[in-house]
């Protein structure tokens, strides 16, 4: 298989606890996404690497939230204090993108669930 | 900032007919919109894209329109199939690719 993959598919956890989730992206791809989408919204950009580098963030991203791609391959994503809020499914997507005309190809996302 | 609207939360068709799912967007500098699919408990998959310079790409069953001047695109599917009843969202690219919130398509036997 050699599409995006995402670990774990499903998270449960008590409010206050870290987690941490991982994404594999495409080996050739070059950016990577993280993305949140809850109950009847479409995925809300959060952040995006290009290569290792981390260019831009959403206002969304509070100082909870950290990603990082160490080696411009995979990905985490990590959610420090989870709040009930924080509930939601968590997409990665990635690219091979120079330019704006880009088809992401997606995860199958982790389902965040905070009690 | 809801740069990217699908104001039809669901639509309903019967097998055979034509689908129209319809979306606006409201910053002028995009130039590459691109509809998806999803299914429950997977991510969301590409299903056409169209350029700026272009108002109408065709792929199949599905054709996508764009007029820029209205800032509005729409996914056209002919004949819709039971198969393609799935959550389809509109996207627009700058670097972060903005979505709508999605229309329900169900497609009726």
New interface residues.
């Given amino acids: 298989d050699t599409g995006v993959s995402q670990d774990p598919r499903h998270k449960i956890t008590k409010r206050g606890q870290n987690v941490t989730f991982r994404c594999d992206p495409i080996s050739e791809h070059n950016r990577l996404y993280w993305y949140r989408q809850t109950l009847g919204q479409g995925p809300e950009f959060l952040t995006y690497f290009q290569n290792e580098a981390q260019l831009e963030k959403s206002r969304l991203l509070s100082d909870r939230f950290s990603a990082e791609r160490p080696k411009g391959s995979f990905s985490t994503l990590e959610i420090q204090r989870t709040e009930q809020g924080d509930s939601a499914m968590y997409l990665c997507a990635s690219s091979y993108g120079q330019g704006n005309n880009e088809k992401l190809f997606f995860g199958s996302g982790t389902q965040l669930s905070v009690l | 900032d809801q740069q990217?609207k699908?104001n039809s939360?669901s639509l309903s068709v019967q097998e055979g007919r034509i689908s129209i799912l319809n979306c606006d967007y409201t910053n002028s500098m995009f130039?590459?919109f691109?509809w998806?699919k999803k299914y429950p408990?997977?991510?969301?998959?590409?299903l056409i894209?169209i350029?700026s310079i272009k108002d109408k790409n065709e792929d199949g069953r599905f054709t996508v329109f764009l007029n820029k001047s209205a800032k509005h695109l729409s996914l056209h599917i002919v004949p819709s199939q039971p198969g393609d009843s799935a959550v389809y969202?509109c996207?627009a690219?700058?670097?972060?690719?903005?979505?709508?919130?999605?229309t329900r398509l169900t497609v009726k036997p």
């Fill in positions: 990217v699908q939360p130039d590459y691109l998806y408990a997977e991510g969301p998959t590409f894209s350029s969202f996207a690219s700058v670097v972060g690719m903005r979505f709508g919130a999605g």
